[in-house]
Every structure is written in C-alpha cells, then in structure tokens.
C-alpha cells in the first residue's frame, strides 16, 4: 500500500496537513489558530473559547434541517513520546509517516493519530459538500492528555447538541459508553546533597526498549514498567549492601507506561564487582519474567562519575517508596457482564531528580469513584511514610453508561446493517472527556469510538489503514440516519 491509496483520501489529506501543526498538550496554540482560519475560511460559524477550545458549525444539508444536532469531537493535543536517542523537537518539527503493511506509523516518534485522526475526520466532514447530515457541532478540545483541561474549562452551553460521538477510542467495531475517572498524584522530596562517603563506586544503571503504552488501555497488558523495575533492582542493592542515589530519572508522562530509566548511584567500592553480578542476574531474571510482552528490553549498567549524593535517609526512604508504590491491576470489575474490564489500577508514571528534590507522579485510574479515592490514598500513604510531600488533583469523574442512549442503539444498528455483524458494546478503563462532558451536560446522549489503534502514548504507535474507512462509513450512516429533535 502507497499513500495514494489512504482511504478515505479526504481524511488521510487532513491528517497529513494537522501532522505538519506541533501541537503538544498546553502548547496548542498553532492548531488552534489553524482551526479558527479552517472554518472561518469555509464561511462556518467558528468560535474559540477562554480556554481553547474550538466549535466550528456546520448547518444541515437539504432535507435535514429538522434532525437532531450532533456534536462530533476529538481533542487536538497529541502525546509527545520519541525514542531515547532521536533528535526531534515536537515544539518545531513535522511527524515523519511511513506505512508499514495495512498500518501507518510514524519514524521514531508517537504517530499523533491519538486524537488526530478524529480531528482529521470532523475536518474532512466540515470540508465536505456531499455528505448528508443533520445540524453539526465539530468541537476540538485542548490539552486532554495532561489532565483533561480544555473539557473542564468548557463552560455549559458552549455546545448546543443532543448527541454527541467523541472519536477517541481505539478499536474498530468497539462501542464504548463509559470509562474510567481517575486522579494524579505528585510526591516531591526534598533534601540537600553533600558529598558521597570516601571509598564509594558510582555506577549508572539503565533500562530501554520497553513497549510502554497507555497508562488506562494497557495497564492490564503485562507490560514492564521500567521505573518499577529499575527501582526493585536499587531496593534489592540497598538491602544487600548499602546504596546512595545520584539521581534517578524513568518516564515522562502521567498517562504512559514508562518505557525507560536510569538511575545513577554510589556503593561501597569493595562490592562493585558483586552488584555488577547481581545486575546481570537480575536482568535475565526480570527478561524471563517478560519473556511475552517485552522482547527488546536493554539493560546496561556502567561506571559512572562522581557526584554529590542524596542524604542516607532521603535516599533510602525514596527506594523504599518506589518499591512499595503499588502498580498495575488492583482490582477488576465486579459485575458479570463486565467482569473482563479493569476497575481500579496505578501507574507509576515518572520520576526526576534535580538539584535539590526529586518528583515522582503516579496516576490512579478506577470505574468506581469510591475504589478511586481509595487507590490515590493508598499511593498518598506511601510517599506521605517515606517523607515526601504530596499533592494531589482532584481528577475527572467517571462516564457512567446511560442505559436508555438513543445514540447507543443508533450506532449498534447502523454498524449491523453496514457490516452483517454487531459491535461490541463497553467500557473503557481510559478516562475519556465524556465523563467531564455528563457533569456539564447532564443530558447529553453520548457514545466513542474510532479506527484502531496500537501502541499509544509510545513511539510504537500506529494506525490500522482501513479501520479508518469503516468508521468513516459508521459515522456517515450515522448521521444519514440521526433522529428528528
């Protein structure tokens, strides 16, 4: 497959244009003016709100004025993942796209189809003169990747729709009409370095080439987590032998698996030569353990400098926390029915050491509010004991499934009478905006989906081609067959 043969091309132009537009969370302001000029130079009704948000309306074509208004909405920010050692700088430099077999990917770097391929679908839409529809709402939201930002700023009645589809999910043929609500929490501690003990080694210890992925979607995947592994192999050298950090630094975002680290510390001279044994025990043992889902991790572990150390107490309360710090499945749905779908989870996301404190933030997602505020005081009990201050959000709520949606029985009906078979109907232990979207609007009728989707949130992410056309053609008999108000 070629680039000529992207199907629908008038998505795939779309795409390719909103990829040439940096667009990093909290730093969207190029794709927005870009918006803003998009619909105002089709003569549409466009307007921006005070936090960034974009609507562009587009009225019905003939003989559908009387349907009801839906709102069609992607988030324009993207995750900004590259491999360790490419040069790209995602505040200047345009994704690089290549098709790979029936996927497209991007050279090194996340793909941004996550959600810009939903924006390139309302796009082509609101480009469009031969699609029939009723009354459309396009909205564009800022910032959904770093804590949902432009959906909470939205104030109720900026959108004016009955029914809304937001195109953020990741598996074609995959309804969703709930997801998770979810909270971060930010540990800082503090301390004054000073010089390490005379007679002491420094070595750096690192880990790479892990799959990563969403922190909500892939949590129950089996995945390493490198700064959780990282840190067990520090807390296993410090019970052993003694151990002062440097410095240690795994992950980047809140809501992606960390796929690398390293951590830079000083041990007693006299057994550098029984932590290297150690180390390379321990990465065969940690690759036997990950044998299925991580085929290309690489450890490494190398004299390092000399440097300033972490107080003794600062540095071994902080491996004790990141050992402790729960990570990955807590606990999964009680119900039946969905007893397959993840209820509560942690993600020990980042961790960054600078001059004088180190940060690390952890994001707890759960389907039940109450497990929720459970999970995120477990994570907050652990650092509070190991000294650290702690800070955190207040979150997004959860989408609860609406079991008399309108929209829900149009979308499954139109899929059958399209594809022969029936979608799947679910839930989502991702956060989605929806779940904003149902306090603001507690009326709304509401349902996501998308094109499928691999690898999110990670270098390795990539899009299967034709899944675009299915949802393309989902969402045209969605809109052909949109109820009367």
């Given at each position: 497959m070629n680039k000529s043969e992207l199907k629908p091309a008038c998505v795939f132009e779309m795409f390719a244009k909103i990829n040439q537009i940096p667009r990093p969370s909290k730093r969207e302001e190029k794709m927005?003016?870009?918006?803003?000029?998009?619909?105002?130079?089709?003569?549409?009704?466009?307007?921006?709100?005070?936090?960034?948000?974009?609507?562009?309306?587009?009225?019905a074509t003939k003989g559908y004025e009387n349907r009801a208004t839906v709102i069609l909405q992607s988030h324009m920010d993207m995750v900004c993942e590259k491999l360790v050692d490419l040069d790209f700088d995602f505040d200047k430099d345009a994704i690089q796209t290549y098709i790979d077999g029936e996927w497209l990917a991007a050279k090194g770097t996340t793909?941004?189809?996550?959600?810009?391929?939903?924006?390139?679908?309302?796009?082509?839409?609101?480009?469009?003169?031969?699609?029939?529809?009723?009354?459309?709402?396009?909205?564009?939201?800022?910032?959904?990747?770093?804590?949902?930002?432009?959906?909470?700023?939205?104030?109720?009645?900026?959108?004016?729709?009955?029914m809304?589809?937001?195109?953020?999910?990741?598996?074609?043929?995959?309804?969703?009409?709930?997801?998770?609500?979810?909270?971060?929490?930010?540990?800082?501690?503090?301390?004054?370095?000073?010089?390490?003990?005379?007679g002491m080694f420094f070595m750096k210890a690192s880990l790479k080439g892990l799959v990563g992925g969403h922190s909500?979607?892939?949590?129950?995947?089996?995945?390493?987590?490198?700064?959780?592994?990282?840190?067990?192999?520090?807390?296993?050298?410090?019970?052993?032998?003694?151990?002062?950090?440097?410095?240690?630094?795994?992950g980047k975002l809140h809501n992606a698996i960390p796929r690398d680290g390293v951590?830079?510390?000083?041990?007693?001279?006299?057994?550098?030569?029984?932590?290297?044994?150690?180390?390379?025990?321990?990465?065969?043992?940690?690759?036997?353990?990950?044998?299925?889902?991580?085929?290309s991790m690489q450890f490494n572990m190398e004299s390092a400098e000399a440097a300033p150390v972490l107080p003794i107490e600062a540095s071994t309360r902080i491996i004790q926390a990141l050992q402790a710090a729960d990570n990955g499945v807590f606990a999964m749905c009680q119900d039946e029915e969905i007893a397959?779908?993840?209820?509560?989870?942690?993600?020990?996301?980042?961790?960054?050491?600078?001059?004088?404190?180190?940060v690390v933030i952890a994001s707890q997602r759960s389907n039940v509010m109450s497990a929720l505020d459970n999970q995120a005081a477990t994570i907050k009990a652990v650092f509070q004991l190991a000294g650290a201050e702690v800070v955190q959000g207040d979150g997004y709520p959860a989408w609860k499934m609406n079991p008399n949606s309108k929209m829900t029985k149009l979308a499954v009906e139109t899929y059958r009478k399209l594809f022969g078979k029936d979608p799947k109907v679910l839930g989502i232990h991702a956060g989605l905006e929806c779940g904003l979207f149902s306090e603001k609007y507690p009326n709304l009728d509401m349902v996501s989906f998308g094109p499928t989707l691999r690898g999110v949130h990670s270098p390795d992410e990539r899009l299967l081609i034709p899944t675009v056309q299915m949802v393309w053609d989902h969402l045209m008999e969605i809109l052909k067959n949109t109820p009367e108000k």
């Open positions: 927005i003016e870009y918006l803003k000029n998009f619909g105002e130079s089709r003569g549409l009704e466009t307007k921006v709100d005070e936090t960034g948000n974009v609507l562009i309306r587009k009225p793909l941004g189809a996550d959600d810009g391929i939903g924006c390139a679908i309302e796009m082509a839409i609101l480009d469009s003169n031969d699609i029939e529809h009723g009354p459309l709402e396009c909205v564009f939201t800022r910032d959904e990747e770093t804590g949902l930002t432009g959906a909470e700023g939205m104030k109720p009645g900026f959108m004016t729709g009955d809304l589809i937001n195109l953020d999910s990741e598996d074609e043929g995959q309804i969703f009409v709930s997801c998770a609500g979810g909270r971060n929490t930010t540990a800082t501690f503090r301390f004054q370095r000073e010089e390490a003990p005379a909500g979607d892939d949590i129950n995947k089996k995945r390493g987590n490198a700064l959780k592994i990282i840190a067990r192999f520090l807390y296993m050298v410090q019970e052993k032998y003694g151990l002062r950090l440097v410095s240690y630094n795994a951590a830079h510390f000083a041990v007693p001279a006299d057994v550098k030569e029984n932590v290297k044994a150690d180390w390379n025990v321990f990465a065969a043992e940690v690759q036997e353990e990950y044998h299925v889902t991580e085929k397959w779908l993840v209820e509560t989870s942690n993600n020990v996301a980042s961790c960054e050491t600078k001059e004088n404190e180190m």
